[in-house]
């Protein structure tokens, strides 16, 4: 059975999946630095860390 940490991560890796239009096994394999995170993502979530926008706001805008 998972643990509560697993749960939260793989909620977060769902979350961000969307977000970023990609499937979740993606971003699970960025997460655990399988695979890189492409600069475009890259740029997109420092934009969210650094204007403190969270992904429902950049998707209104976005238009998403």
């Known amino acids: 059975m998972p643990t509560l940490n697993r749960k939260i991560a793989t909620a977060a890796a769902t979350a961000a999946a969307r977000l970023l ?13 399988e695979r890189d995170i492409p600069p475009p993502a890259v740029r997109f979530l420092r934009y969210l860390i650094a204007t403190k926008k969270t992904g429902e706001q950049a998707m209104r805008v976005l238009g998403g």
């Open 21 to 33: 239009g990609v499937d979740a096994r993606t971003s699970r394999r960025w997460a655990s630095g």
